[in-house]
């Protein structure tokens, strides 16, 4: 692995203006300065957004999350990440440091927030409350493993994303959600919750688990 710079994917110069473009808007709109993306694949590099329920894992559990979607998908797999960005961004950042330089997973972002549309044709927007409104080019169940992470503690949500889930998995999931929806992720998506203790980067007031149905490390 390269610990170079020069190694990490950065934005293209039409997408680096196109996101400040969107920065200067906001700008006008709250007032507040908005930080500049300088490399797309950073966790962090979007600055969280709490009205949109939005809150970045650390890099460390970043990491750990990643490398587990890219162990279970296997080599050339598919990889989808529902509302879950930061998974996204640790999962290109990793592919790039490959030593052959050769990606052996794909990922896509399945996430409503717009600002995300720099990752160009692997961004779907993509609104819970209208769980199977999808691109006609994403078929069912042609991703070997999705990781998941609702905006929102309430079975509602739950339910809805468990749709798109079904929808897009072969078979194995990766939820992150609070531990109070324990019942509700086993009974929906026949899900065990794991030992594993995720973080994030600011800490929240609800305990937060992850889930999976299949083998893994992350369960003891």
Not at 9 to 22: D, K, R, T
Not at 34 to 43: A, E, R
Not at 131 to 159: K, R, T
Request: proline share 5%; aromatic share 10%; hydrophobic share 35%.
């Amino acid at each position: 692995m390269s610990d170079s710079d020069d190694d990490v994917p950065q934005l293209s110069a039409s997408a680096l203006a196109a996101l400040q473009e969107f920065y200067a808007e906001r700008m006008n709109e709250t007032g507040e300065e908005q930080p500049v993306l300088t490399d797309n694949y950073t966790v962090g590099a979007v600055k969280e957004d709490w009205h949109m329920s939005q809150f970045w894992y650390s890099d460390e559990t970043a990491t750990r999350l990643a490398e587990e979607a890219i162990q279970q998908a296997g080599k050339h797999g598919r990889i989808a990440c529902v509302s879950a960005p930061s998974v996204y961004q640790k999962l290109k950042q990793l592919e790039s440091q490959r030593e052959d330089g050769s990606p052996s997973v794909s990922s896509m972002l399945f996430e409503f927030d717009r600002r995300f549309a720099v990752y160009g044709e692997e961004f779907n927007f993509y609104d819970y409350n209208n769980p199977l409104c999808l691109p006609e080019h994403i078929l069912p169940q042609s991703f070997d493993i999705v990781v998941a992470d609702p905006p929102y503690l309430a079975e509602e949500c739950l339910s809805k994303v468990a749709l798109t889930v079904k929808y897009l998995t072969k078979s194995k999931i990766l939820l992150c959600t609070g531990a109070i929806m324990e019942e509700h992720a086993g009974k929906l998506m026949g899900l065990k919750i794991c030992s594993y203790l995720p973080k994030h980067s600011h800490n929240l007031a609800n305990e937060f688990r992850c889930y999976v149905n299949y083998e893994s490390s992350l369960l003891s």
